[in-house]
């Protein structure tokens, strides 16, 4: 892994998938996202993909090892050789010295990491309001961005779906691990010298350029 690795930070609902879409078009770099990985096993029913859904459900984390080793798989792959964009991982401690450790044994480490922030009832009103499409991914907002006919995705036509931990009460507990289990992260990074705070609450462009401004002036200084 030759390349800039990005580890996009931020509260549930705070638009880092949005984001991540945008961005590796413009840096040419893989999205790996282990929250959709998870999903993935999980419409293939694997075993791994049961077992995380029992956690996801309930707005819990997945257990550290089998994240790490489905995070570590992934990245190691040819792909990612030039670079990577990180969206929901690490998401702990544990995870980030896991990260840190298998990009220093390629010789590589973190670039930056974007902090997304977002109010807490921001983030309610978005994921309440979420849509995703079931046949390729894309994500919409029946208040922000809505699709132009109602439950049906403008990029392929694929049906539209509220996903199963979008309901209030587990998008609550979301916000009640990240702020337990991930925010411990944000010291982390800031004594690394890697954390740039990016007002999520902008519109989506003013988002993606403040990104790409952070991303493009950490890759130059590192
Ligand atoms: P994961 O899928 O990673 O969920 P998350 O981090 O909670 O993030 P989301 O996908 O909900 O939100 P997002 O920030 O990507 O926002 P989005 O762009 O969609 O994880 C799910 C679960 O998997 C976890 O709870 C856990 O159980 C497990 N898991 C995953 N990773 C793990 C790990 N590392 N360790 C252990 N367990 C793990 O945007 C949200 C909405 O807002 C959309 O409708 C969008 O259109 C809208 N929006 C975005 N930007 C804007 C804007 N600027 N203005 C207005 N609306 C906007």
């Keep these: 892994m030759s390349g800039t690795v990005v580890v996009l930070l931020g509260p549930p609902g705070s638009g880092k998938g949005t984001q991540a879409k945008r ?21 293939q029913e694997t ?12 707005g819990e984390l997945v257990p550290d090892d089998v994240t790490v080793e489905m995070v570590v798989e992934r990245i190691s792959r040819p792909d990612c050789e030039d670079g990577v964009l990180l969206d929901g991982f690490p998401r702990t401690l544990n995870q980030a010295e896991a990260l840190k450790k298998a990009l220093a044994n390629r010789g590589h480490q973190v670039t930056v990491v974007p902090l997304i922030q977002v109010s807490d009832d921001e983030v309610l009103r978005r994921l309440t309001a979420r849509r995703v499409c079931e046949a390729c991914g894309a994500v919409y907002n029946l208040v922000f961005n809505p699709p132009q006919e109602e439950g049906v995705c ?34 982390y990074y800031f004594a690394q010298d890697l954390l740039v705070e990016i007002d999520g609450e902008q519109s989506f462009k003013a988002v993606s350029e403040d990104l790409l401004r952070a991303i493009g002036e950490a890759a130059k200084e590192s």
């Design 47 to 58: 075993e791994l993909g049961l077992m995380a859904h029992s956690y996801m459900e309930d």
């Design 23 to 43: 961005l590796v078009e413009v840096l040419g770099t893989p999205h790996v996202s282990s929250g959709d990985l998870f999903r993935h096993h999980l419409s």
């Design 154 to 187: 403008d990029v392929c036509g694929g049906d539209l779906y509220q996903r199963e931990d979008d309901d209030p009460e587990t998008v609550n507990h979301r916000l009640y691990t990240y702020y337990k289990e991930t925010s411990p992260l944000i010291g």
